[in-house]
């Protein structure tokens, strides 16, 4: 079983538009969780440290749920800007584990 | 922010040949480094971590003796590709933690990655 996992998408959703997408992983004594965005051929950048409580950033919210193992972003009023592949990424002894990441394509 | 640099971004090389890249953490040092590996649609894959001083720490299935890494100072890892092959072909990347960011975890800057396509 990978330790990553996440739907690959693609998730095509209009301006506007609410997308959300989680991410499972499977070791649960995982310590901290990301989600990085990534443009086409291009480096990871974070997008957003994942907090037990969970968290918001303007328009996106990360989530987390320990009992069930998986992390979920939350894309509010989508943008064609948002547009991107967003990576999952979960630190097991200090070493960070992707997933291969879901694609999000914003229409106008 | 805490700014890595990888060099260069584009190589294309033949079969056989090694290729050289370079990570440097331009404004933090970075006892340590990681060098991924990303294939078309697929995950970045934790190939080594590079650590100052000593030798690197490769992951399972990594052949240490075809990606050899140096890191030979606080700023600079250098992984090196040797007898590449056209299944070597990849987008390379490295990055660097920022313990100033915090605690142990920091939080991990990439490099611009490195397209390596081999002939």
């Known amino acids: 079983r990978k330790e990553v996992e996440q739907d690959p998408g693609p998730f095509n959703v209009p301006e506007g538009a609410t997308v959300a997408f989680n991410c499972t992983y499977s070791n649960s004594a995982s310590q901290s969780f990301f989600w990085y965005r990534q443009d086409c051929r291009k480096e990871p950048k974070l997008l957003m440290s994942?907090?037990?409580s969970g968290n918001e950033d303007g328009r996106f919210t990360a989530q987390l749920n320990r009992a069930s193992q998986y992390i979920s972003l939350l894309i509010r009023d989508s943008k064609l800007s948002d547009s991107a592949t967003y990576l999952c990424a979960v630190i097991n002894d200090y070493k960070l584990s992707f997933g291969a990441g879901t694609t999000v394509t914003v229409r106008a | 922010g805490a700014v890595v640099s990888q060099h260069p971004s584009w190589v294309i090389c033949k079969s056989g040949t090694s290729v050289k890249i370079e990570c440097r953490s331009l404004d933090f040092q970075a006892t340590t480094m990681f060098w991924y590996r990303q294939f078309p649609k697929q995950s970045l894959m934790l190939m080594a971590t590079?650590?100052?001083?000593?030798?690197?720490?490769?992951e399972q299935g990594v052949e240490k003796d075809k990606f050899l890494i140096n890191h030979a100072s606080l700023t600079l890892s250098t992984l090196t590709v040797t007898s590449a092959h056209p299944e070597d072909s990849s987008f390379y990347i490295c990055?660097?933690?920022?313990?100033?960011?915090?605690?142990?975890?920091?939080?991990?800057?990439f490099g611009e990655g490195s397209r390596l396509t081999v002939l």
């Open positions: 590079s650590n100052e001083g000593s030798k690197a720490t490769y």
């Open positions: 990055s660097a933690r920022d313990l100033r960011a915090g605690g142990n975890t920091g939080e991990l800057f």
């Open positions: 994942v907090y037990s």
